[in-house]
């Protein structure tokens, strides 16, 4: 529930969020002259990660980083996982807190959450949404030391740098383009440089996968979810080519079938099984709101 501790505390984030924060207080603040006596909730967008262990968040950096300026891996998509986590539980008949899944959010923005009995044991996004795996037209996770070489090297400022990192690189960065389709479209007419940021996309992906695997050690399922996760067939298929050894074998034939709602796209004799679930953040964070808002009132 939103009270004056609560926007305090949004307030004091603003460092941490600058473009979301600022935006959000403005929203609350209207919407609490309109209508006063209507309770507001804030969903936090970080916190089905804050399950995490330590050794999960806290960075191989000056631990006063951590302290001080609370430098430490967050995580993104929260509302998406947290869905993903409830709904791979019920198809699959078990209950939330035995569930050890492992969720791909992909979309432009791309996470991925390692789930240990229904929790967040890792995720990731970290500071920002700009570690972890390539994306639309952020890095990902790089040698942190590109950073200052190229700002060294192109009189590039701070800002200048994250503006890049953000907003040029990834697959636009690569190709030329942010939009999987049109990279699917330009590998038709032989483009090596959308074929590339296809292979470093899909590559990043199986790299958090197969940590997640030794991270969780026993995992009922792995989920693809978000706008590229449902819907690029050819993303699921280059992510899972090559795992038959280790349980995981695709049906290419259901893969490559546009279904509504969620469904299994692994074969039957696959030891784990590949889900497409299509995420809900909207009715998640809706759900969570009258869940807050009912216990208040009790």
Known sequence: IIDSAVMKGIRECIPLAPL????????IEACKEVMPNTPMVAVFDTAFHQTMPPKAYIYAVPYRWYTENK???????????????????AFLGKPLSELNSITMHLGNGSSMSAVQNGKCIDTSMGLTP????MMGTRCGSIDPAIVPFMMEKKGMTPQEADTVLNKQSGLLGICGTSDMRDVHANIEKGDEKAALAFKMLTRSIKKVLGSYFFLLGNVDSIVFTAGIGENDEFVREAVCEGLEPFGIKVDKKENH????GARVISTPDSRIPVLIIPTNEELEIATTTMRIVEESQK
């Open 20 to 27: 979301h924060n600022p935006a959000n207080i403005t929203g």
């Open 71 to 89: 430098v430490r891996r967050y995580g993104f998509h929260g509302t998406s996982h947290k869905y993903i986590a409830k709904a791979t539980a």
């Open 130 to 133: 700009l570690e972890g795996l």
């Open 257 to 260: 079938t546009r279904k509504p």
